[in-house]
């Protein structure tokens, strides 16, 4: 496994495949945008500013038998860019790869940066996450 900085405003990890070929895949621990309602052909022909998507968590590495799990995540209580885990989990599997978009940059908050941060709660990059999930929403719980 390499890493990879030039081109990316964050480091990621690839391989390099046959031919050259740098293959980048979802990590356990990586937070990435997923597609929201993918299809196969999705991007053939659209604008990408009318794509949405959803923030998730890799919880298992890429496997090329059995895919990759994820745990969904959603904005956390009036904290723009703070997410937290729904506790809903999902399984892509490996032929839908192409689900992920990008790696989004985030980092894991210990809790002690505010009084009202407590669970597994990620901090991410607001140049990487959609204005639509940043947006102020209701005061609920997370």
């Known amino acids: 496994m390499c890493i990879l900085k030039s081109l990316f405003s ?10 050259g070929l740098i293959r980048i895949y979802p990590k356990k621990g990586d937070i990435w945008a997923l597609y929201r309602d993918w299809e196969p052909n999705l991007g053939i022909g659209k604008e990408s500013a ?3 998507y959803d923030m998730v968590e890799v919880v298992s590495d890429f496997n090329a038998d059995t895919g990759v799990s994820v745990a969904c995540m959603k ?3 009036r904290h723009k ?3 937290v885990c729904t506790g809903s989990y ?6 839908e790869i192409c689900r992920f978009s990008y790696q989004v940059p985030a980092y894991k908050l210990k809790g002690t940066e ?3 941060l ?3 709660l990620w901090e991410l990059d607001p140049a990487s996450v959609p204005s639509d999930l940043i947006l102020p929403c209701p005061d609920s719980s997370p």
């Open 114 to 116: 505010a009084p009202d």
């Open 90 to 95: 999902l399984n892509i599997p490996a032929e």
């Open 50 to 52: 009318s794509f949405k």
């Open 118 to 120: 407590e669970g597994s």
């Open 75 to 77: 904005k956390f209580r």
């Open 10 to 19: 964050h480091i990621l990890k690839w391989e390099k495949g046959l031919k």
């Open 81 to 83: 860019t703070v997410f």
